[in-house]
Nanobody, 117 residues
């Protein structure tokens, strides 16, 4: 069982930066592929960034060059560094852990990010 707790959301300004953290409980954090999703009001949840267990990263086109995902396996934490924020980045951001294939997946409760213009 893995529990994920996001933090670091809040109010940011356009052009500014925020850093989100997702802390995991339980063991074997290093085997999980980790993901950040977001969901804006009235929209579907979308994948923002992902980092594999081996550290390979991938980003949605809308955030490429502005957001950076990283992980610290010793701290069982994944981060999302967000820079050059835009009002359209406003959403609830969720962390997800998945072992891949038919493995289990876990979601955090989400953290609100609001970007003012």
């Amino acid at each position: 069982q893995v529990q994920l707790v996001e933090s670091g959301g809040g109010l940011g300004q356009a052009g500014g930066s925020l850093r989100l953290s997702c802390a995991a409980s339980g063991s074997a954090f290093s085997i999980y592929h980790m993901y950040w999703y977001r969901q804006a009001p009235g929209k579907q949840r979308e994948l923002v960034a992902q980092i594999s267990a081996s550290g390979i990263t991938n980003y949605a086109d809308s955030v490429k060059g502005r957001f950076t995902i990283s992980r610290d396996n010793a701290k069982k934490t994944v981060y999302l560094e967000m820079s050059s924020l835009k009002p359209e980045d406003t959403a609830v951001y969720y962390c997800r852990a998945w072992t891949g294939g038919f493995g289990r997946q876990y979601w955090g409760q989400g953290t609100q990010v609001t970007v003012s213009s």
